[in-house]
């Protein structure tokens, strides 16, 4: 990677996104990265010894820095074309009344141009970027696909071996008297409206078509409207992860957060690893960890062997279920999952601590959303003697590390950055902090 990005690059892509997602070309990579790259290390170099802030410069400015999990500052790359595993797109009706896939900009919607998606915007993994014509060809000849379709989500998985389709509608798909919520006409026999009706009759069509155009993948679809979700086969899919000797399975599922770039994602399980492997774990016997925002517990599956016990704290009720389904899926007994607010917890446990010398817990990990933590969360880190931060937002890692000032209890060993979000302005940041020594 080249420290001096080159004029073009930069009137280019400015802050490291292309003006146009149609725009994007692979080889401006290195210079896309390297902008952010820059963009993050402004803005938290700030916090890091000296050491570590000329590792960060050194290993910034090389030509060609290597991804290790070994080194103190590490840059994972994200792989240039047909990398993202789910993806979002609008659905518009051109002036000539074409149903065209679209994407979401600036507020509004930008269709695809008339060349193949692999060509245009080689971002959504190679099996997705097949469907997309043979989808929107076969919805768009179709009334009862097409009336009313306002979206089309897709989700697949490393190996494209599965595949889920949910089509978004502003219009109901059955009648006001039929069952609304989750409808697995796979599973169950509603009404003969609900098995029998026009829209599930041609998704199906699709289903099997698509199943004997691509034999190796198995296809699932859910139609999405008001509340009412009919799902053709299952509304997820089973992610395999290979984290070192072991493989991990994950059930992610529709409308649930899972990370886009499965490589990437293998990148970052592998650096909190090696963190939790070579800084903590060898230091006491019986190390126990808290996971904050734990999702459906894609961190914790990876890092539960090394810990005696884990308490892992989500809201969102959809993930604690995918949650705990993945446990047992992976066979990880350790763990305890807790649905709640993080800032509940947070408040406990500072009242717990704050009367003892020593918590319930060793390692506190956090992956909070954009917006960074919350108030208590922030005050509950100073007890713990290492705190692993992942964050997908470095502007709200900067403020987080500012406002709870945990730089003077704490100092940063680690730090690394994901390209998660490639051709975008986001990027992902890990830091891992440890207590200092305190001397008389």
């Known amino acids: 990677m080249n420290g001096n990005v080159s004029s073009s690059g930069k009137k280019k892509y400015g802050c490291g996104a292309p003006a146009s997602p149609f725009s994007i070309d692979p080889d401006m990579y290195e210079n896309l990265l390297q902008l952010k790259v820059n963009n993050t290390l402004d803005l938290v170099l700030d916090f890091m010894t000296k050491p570590l802030q000329d590792e960060c410069v050194r290993i910034q400015n090389s030509p060609q820095s290597t991804e290790t999990v070994k080194t103190k500052f590490c840059i994972f790359r994200s792989p240039k074309r047909f990398f993202r595993l789910r993806i979002r797109l609008g659905v518009i ?3 000539d009344g074409e149903l065209k896939f679209a994407i979401w900009q600036k507020g509004g919607l930008t269709p695809f141009p008339t060349t193949p998606p692999s060509e245009c915007y080689p971002i959504p993994a190679r099996i997705i970027c097949n469907i997309m014509p043979e989808l929107i060809n076969r919805v768009k000849h179709v009334d009862v696909l097409s009336q009313g379709l306002r979206a089309c989500h897709f989700m697949t998985t490393l190996s494209e071996g599965e595949v889920l389709i949910t089509l978004v509608y502003d219009r109901e798909l059955l009648c006001s008297a039929s069952k609304s919520g989750l409808v697995n006409i796979s599973e169950h026999n509603f009404t003969d409206n609900v098995n029998h009706s026009s829209w599930v009759i041609e998704a199906k069509c699709i289903k099997e078509k698509f199943e004997a155009t691509w034999p190796s993948v198995k296809f699932n679809l859910i139609g999405r409207c008001r509340g009412t979700a009919l799902v053709i ?21 529709e409308g649930a957060f899972s990370n886009p770039n499965g490589h990437v994602n293998c990148k970052a399980l592998e650096w909190l690893y090696s963190c939790a492997v070579e800084e903590i774990i060898y230091s006491k016997s019986k190390v126990s960890l808290l996971e904050m925002y734990c999702g459906n517990c894609n961190h914790t599956c990876a890092l539960a ?4 016990n884990i308490v892992a704290v989500e809201l969102n009720q959809k993930l604690c279920d995918a949650a705990s389904f993945n446990l047992k899926l992976n066979g990880v007994t350790n763990v305890k999952v ?3 607010d993080s800032e509940k917890v947070s408040k406990r446990i500072i009242k717990t601590y704050a009367s003892q010398d020593k918590g319930e817990w060793d390692v506190l990990l956090v992956d909070p959303p954009r917006g960074g933590l919350d108030n208590a969360t922030l005050r509950m880190m100073k007890y713990f003697d290492h705190i692993l931060y992942i964050s997908c937002n470095p502007e709200s890692l900067r403020k987080n590390l500012a ?8 100092v940063i060993v680690k730090f690394a950055i994901f390209d998660q979000f490639a051709y975008t302005s986001h990027i992902e940041a890990g830091v891992y902090l440890q207590k200092k020594v305190m001397t008389n």
């Open 305 to 308: 062997p090394l810990f005696h």
């Open 93 to 95: 009706r051109s002036s």
């Open 403 to 410: 406002e709870s000032r945990i730089c003077e209890t704490h």
């Open 338 to 340: 807790i649905q709640s």
């Open 233 to 253: 086969g299952s509304n997820f899919i089973v992610e395999s992860l290979n984290l070192l000797d072991k493989s991990l399975k994950y059930r992610q599922v």
